[in-house]
């Protein structure tokens, strides 16, 4: 008989649905796919037993009182809300499942946040001296409320604590974020039984990023900027110079480099170095190409200068990072 693997996910106000629907049907498929033998026991906690409306809408039941869950927790799930402003999202902080988290997580085997729940964490007390990640869109308001958090923006998740404390990325991340969990309890073929069944076409890795380059940078205000970078985004191959980008913008090179940091935030070469080894990921995690043919799609040209960009771009080699993150079929 395997020992039951309580996990705790808690539910309030204005949730982001698929924060607690997402782990909940990663966690039930396991027990699917090792027929009830992962022992998964999924329960919902709110401020009170009942209804409670979620973001989208939707309602859902808890089956507990958070005052009632008690000391019998193997794996609590902290997910967020958040209220929009004229600047944007902002997490909401709720005093109640703060409160609630900071008493229950002493007792929890592991303890996780999914996307803008780590701000609930860190105000709980439960991040403070650890890396943390969260949806991209709160990171900055995470790294100002909590200067004694290191906060990471890029990952999908963040595992710290020897495993204990697990912050997750925003929102479809939480199933990466459960995919891990349940890697860590019942091994990896489990784990990727369980993605093929939610086709998942690639289980990602905690160390990916969130966004891709064109999200990772401002949004351009300038329609012949924006349509600049689809243009190097379809021909990685091509002259990408500051003199051949700024003569296709029929614009002198000075002003050209000048506009194109400013609506970017980039200078020209960085944003298609970054673009380029963005591509090169890509190949790298899909196909069994040599390093020099990947060099050669992605626009870098040589085996030397892929490694090169790596180097600045993801402080890693080409040939380490599809170690890590080489997917296959």
């Not at 906690?45 to 939707?58: F, H």
């Not at 790294?143 to 958090?149: D, F, T």
């Not at 480099?257 to 890509?282: D, H, I, L, N």
Request: proline share 5%; glycine share 8%; charged share 25%.
């Amino acid at each position: 008989m395997s020992i039951p693997h309580r996990v705790v996910i808690a539910v309030f106000p204005d949730v982001d649905l698929l924060d607690v629907t997402g782990p909940a049907e990663v966690f039930a498929l396991a027990n699917r796919e090792t027929a009830g033998r992962a022992g998964y026991q999924v329960r919902l906690a709110g401020p009170v037993a009942g209804e409670v409306r979620t973001s989208a809408g939707v309602r859902l039941l808890t089956d507990v009182a958070f005052g009632d869950v008690g000391a019998d927790v193997d794996t609590l799930l902290v997910p967020g809300a958040v209220d929009m402003t004229a600047e944007g999202p902002v997490a909401r902080i709720d005093d109640e499942v703060v409160d609630w988290v900071k008493a229950t997580a002493p007792h929890a085997r592991r303890v996780a946040s999914v996307c803008v729940g780590a701000h609930l964490l860190a105000k709980a007390g439960l991040l403070d001296g650890h890396t943390a990640t969260t949806h991209w869109s709160t990171a900055a308001q995470l790294a100002a409320e909590h200067p004694e958090i290191t906060v990471d923006p890029d990952p999908i998740f963040v595992r710290t604590d020897r495993g204990r404390l697990w912050t997750g990325a925003g929102i479809s991340a939480c199933l990466d974020l459960t995919l891990a969990l349940v890697a860590e309890d019942l091994g990896e073929q489990t784990a990727l039984a369980v993605a093929r069944q939610l086709v998942v076409y690639l289980k990602r890795q905690g160390g990916q990023s969130q966004f891709s380059v064109p999200l990772s940078r401002p949004a351009a205000a300038r329609r012949d900027i924006d349509e600049l970078q689809l243009w190097i985004a379809d021909n990685l191959g091509a002259d990408l110079s500051a003199p051949a980008l700024a003569a296709r913008m029929r614009l002198s090179e000075r002003h050209f480099a000048r506009v194109f940091k400013q609506e970017t935030g980039a200078s020209p070469a960085a944003y298609v170095e970054a673009a380029r080894t963005e591509a090169a990921r890509r190949l790298l995690e899909t196909t069994d190409d040599p390093l020099d043919r990947v060099a050669s799609a992605a626009g870098l040209g040589s085996g030397e200068t892929l490694h090169r960009a790596f180097r600045r771009q993801l402080a890693t080699t080409p040939a380490a990072y599809r170690r890590r993150f080489r997917t296959r079929a």
